[in-house]
């Protein structure tokens, strides 16, 4: 059990790996006067906000399918197509939301200002993307609900929740570790990597998020058959 709840989860957790913005700003922190230091602390920050929210739904969830077999089987089903549902939405709107063609992509007023950020206000960040980012609170609440209803022990739930956070935290964690260098063709990389993820953040997101709401929806219809 504890094997196919990991499985579930890491198609989330690579969600959350790939998310343009929070690979943005640790490459913008590493970019900047204080970059070791700043990055190193968004990076913790950002896998404990992870770690937390995750938990917090694994948690809220656990003990869900110890119920009537039916009710438990018809509980996977509501989650399995509310989260396709939500997935689908947030694929059209990041789409719809996308530059126009021609038009320069404008960088968000708060990665523009990351310069002058201290180590508090990194990891005040970290937090914030990791606990309040529309595009990946729901993959945290999706994987703690999975985790949840899986019927695993405690010490198992944690386990699987780290695993979750430290994957899903790929992304920033592999910068900060290259950032360490401090090249000058590693600094060079990573504007250029910047500049990239901030120019086709809206279709990269609205690619993954297809991609997610179908793996939720052949979830959702596998349950009727469970």
Do not use: C, Y
């Not at 770690?51 to 009710?71: E, H, N, W």
């Not at 021609?102 to 005040?124: R, T």
Request: proline share 4%; charged share 10%.
């Amino acid at each position: 059990m504890f094997w196919q709840v990991l499985g579930d989860i890491l198609p989330l957790a690579f969600g959350i790996i790939i998310s343009p913005m929070p690979i943005a700003a640790v490459i913008a922190l590493l970019l900047g006067p204080k970059g070791k230091l700043n990055a190193v602390a968004f990076t913790v920050g950002f896998v404990v906000a992870t770690f937390a929210v995750t938990l917090i739904f694994a948690s809220g969830t656990k003990g869900t399918t110890q119920s009537d077999s039916f009710f438990a089987q018809l509980f996977h089903i509501v989650i399995g197509f509310a989260f396709a549902a939500l997935f689908f939405f947030l694929a059209w709107r990041s789409f719809t939301n996308r530059p126009k063609k021609g038009a320069k992509p404008k960088e968000p007023k708060w990665l523009a200002a990351i310069d002058s950020f201290g180590f508090v206000k990194s990891i005040g960040l970290a937090l914030l993307l990791g606990t309040a980012n529309v595009k990946n609170l729901p993959l945290e609440i999706a994987a703690g609900a999975t985790i949840g209803t899986a019927k695993l022990e405690w010490p198992l739930v944690f386990i699987a929740v780290l695993v979750f956070a430290l994957v899903g935290s790929l992304g920033i964690i592999v910068p900060t570790v290259i950032g360490a260098s401090g090249s000058k063709s590693v600094t060079a990389m990573l504007g250029t990597v910047k500049a990239a993820l901030i120019a086709h953040n809206n279709l990269i997101m609205a690619v993954l998020f297809v991609i997610l709401g179908a793996v939720q929806l052949g979830k959702a219809i596998g349950s009727f058959g469970g």
